[in-house]
C-alpha cells in the first residue's frame, strides 16, 4: 500500500458526461501528479500540483482540468467525454521535487 | 519531446535466471531516473538514480545508470515467479515539475 488514495475505482459513464476522480495524498507530501495509462499510449503525465499550485502541464486536454485543496487531497475533471478517454487514471504523490512519486491504484474510468 | 525506449520488450525466463532490462532516455533538463515495477494496479516504486555509475541495490534487484550515454540497466538476479510484471523506468524533468516520461514498459513473465 502506497498510502496514496483514490476514488471511485471504478467508473462507467457514457459519452458526453462529466466525472470527477479524487485523489488523497501521502501524509505529508505536497506534490500530487495524474498520469493516465491507456493501451496505446502508456503511461502519460496529465498535470503536477505542488502545495496547492499548478507546477506544470503535459498533454492535458482543454476538457480536462484539475486543483489541489487547502488539505493538499485533488480532483480531476473529466468533461465531455469520449470514448477515447477510457483508461487508468493514476494520481502520484511525493513529499517535494525532488522525491520519489508514489502511486495510487488508479482509477478506472469506462465510456460508454 | 521527451524520449524513453526500453528494451527487451517481453521476457520469458525460468526462475533462478538473472535478467537485465534496458532503459535508454532523451530528456531535456534531466533530474533522476526511476524505475516501477507494475502488475496488476499501481506502479511500485523500485530505485531512483541521480549520479552516474553508482549502483542502488535492494535485494536480488539492482541498477545503475550512466548520465553520459543516456541509459539505465535494472538487473534481477535469482528470479522468482513473483518478479513476473511490467517494468517501467522513467526519466524526471527538473523543468517540468519534476515530471515522468514512462518508457514503453519491458513484460517479464517468470516461469517455475
Known amino acids: 500500500d502506497s498510502g496514496v488514495t483514490q476514488t471511485p475505482k471504478h467508473l462507467i459513464t457514457a459519452t458526453g458526461q462529466r466525472v470527477t476522480l479524487r485523489c488523497s495524498p501521502r501524509?505529508?507530501?505536497?506534490?500530487v501528479y495524474w498520469y493516465q495509462q491507456s493501451l496505446d499510449q502508456g503511461l502519460q503525465f496529465l498535470i503536477q500540483y505542488y502545495n496547492g499550485e499548478e507546477r506544470a502541464k503535459g498533454n492535458i486536454l482543454e476538457r480536462f482540468s484539475a486543483q489541489q485543496f487547502p488539505d493538499l487531497h485533488s480532483e480531476l475533471n473529466l468533461s465531455s467525454l469520449e470514448l477515447g478517454d477510457s483508461a487508468l487514471y493514476f494520481c502520484a504523490s511525493s513529499v517535494g521535487l525532488d522525491q520519489p512519486q508514489h502511486f495510487g491504484d488508479g482509477t478506472r474510468l469506462s465510456i460508454l | 519531446e521527451d524520449k524513453v525506449v526500453q528494451s527487451p520488450l517481453s521476457l520469458v525466463v525460468h526462475e533462478g535466471d538473472t535478467v537485465t532490462l534496458n532503459c535508454s532516455y532523451e530528456v531535456t533538463n534531466f533530474r533522476s531516473l526511476l524505475w516501477y515495477k507494475q502488475e496488476k494496479k499501481a506502479p511500485t516504486f523500485l530505485f531512483m538514480l541521480t549520479s552516474s555509475g553508482i549502483e542502488k541495490k535492494s535485494g536480488r534487484l539492482s541498477s545503475i545508470l550512466d548520465k553520459k550515454e543516456l541509459f539505465s540497466i535494472l538487473n534481477i538476479t535469482a528470479t522468482q515467479t513473483g518478479d513476473s510484471a511490467v517494468y517501467l523506468c522513467a526519466p524526471s524533468n527538473r523543468n517540468a515539475g519534476n515530471m515522468l516520461t514512462f518508457g514503453g514498459g519491458t513484460r517479464l513473465m517468470v516461469k517455475p
Open positions: 501524509s505529508g507530501d505536497l506534490s
